[in-house]
């Protein structure tokens, strides 16, 4: 079993940057795809990027609305994995979520959840 911990998440002004955490325990951490997601309220839980088990940088994946602006990465050494969010939106408001799956972008493929972490970005 494999337990998620989010942390980084709070409020800032559109423009601003946050790095999420993601502390995973087990040792199974480098077995698993890493991604991020993210539920704004009244709407589904987005796909944000995902990252391979070995963090292969050419097969990392980002939705189309946050490419250019966030970087996903990991340390499987560590079981930490982070996402790091600069020129921040309104658009960005969501719960942040980290999980563990397949290399997919389907929230359905990903077996391991954090908590979530609060984002909120102001105009």
């Known amino acids: 079993q494999v337990q998620l911990v989010e942390s980084g998440g709070g409020s800032v002004q559109a423009g601003g940057s946050l790095r999420l955490s993601c502390a995973a325990s087990?040792?199974?951490?480098?077995?698993?795809?890493m991604g991020w997601f993210r539920q704004a309220p009244g709407k589904d839980r987005d796909f944000v990027a995902r990252?391979?088990?070995?963090?292969?940088?050419?097969?990392?994946r980002y939705a189309d609305s946050v490419k250019g602006r966030f970087t996903i990465s990991r340390d499987n050494a560590n079981n930490t994995g982070w996402l790091q969010m600069n020129s921040l939106k309104p658009d960005d408001t969501a719960v942040y979520y980290c999980?563990?799956?397949?290399?997919?972008?389907?929230?359905?493929?990903?077996?391991?959840w954090g908590q979530g972490t609060q984002v909120t970005v102001s105009s």
């Open positions: 999980a563990l799956g397949s290399y997919s972008v389907r929230s359905a493929d990903y077996n391991y």
């Open positions: 990252i391979s088990p070995r963090g292969d940088q050419e097969q990392i």
């Open positions: 087990g040792r199974t951490f480098s077995y698993y795809t």
